[in-house]
């Protein structure tokens, strides 16, 4: 099993940047993909960014160009430029295991003030 912990969340003024960063603990040999997700006030859990074990990157259409994703051994960490007021939200990771199995942090909130 892994475990998950977000940092880096914090307000930041629109035009600004910030890194989060997601530790992983536990089974790390086991992870074959690693995902940022976010969720806004009054909306549902979206897709953010994606980071296979192999080093592929997929970004959501809101998200490319502005944000970036990258991990070292056991740190999956999430460069986020150009901070829009829509990109408020709780940032949660996850880490998808070759069994299937996927583990959450439990998020770290960013607020980007107009």
């Known amino acids: 099993q892994v475990q998950l912990v977000e940092s880096g969340g914090g307000l930041v003024q629109a035009g600004g940047s910030l890194r989060l960063s997601c530790a992983a603990s536990?089974?790390?040999?086991?992870?074959?993909?690693m995902d940022w997700y976010r969720q806004a006030p009054g909306k549902q859990r979206e897709f953010v960014a994606r980071?296979?074990?192999?080093?592929r990157t997929d970004y959501a259409d809101s998200v490319e160009g502005r944000f970036t994703i990258s991990r070292d051994r056991n740190t999956m960490y999430l460069q986020m430029n150009s901070l829009k007021s829509e990109d408020t939200a709780v940032y949660y990771c996850?880490?998808?295991?070759?069994?299937?199995?996927?583990?959450w942090g439990q998020g770290t909130r960013v607020t980007v003030s107009s």
């Open positions: 996850n880490a998808v295991e070759f069994n299937g199995a996927i583990s």
């Open positions: 536990g089974s790390i040999f086991s992870i074959t993909s």
């Open positions: 980071i296979t074990s192999g080093g």
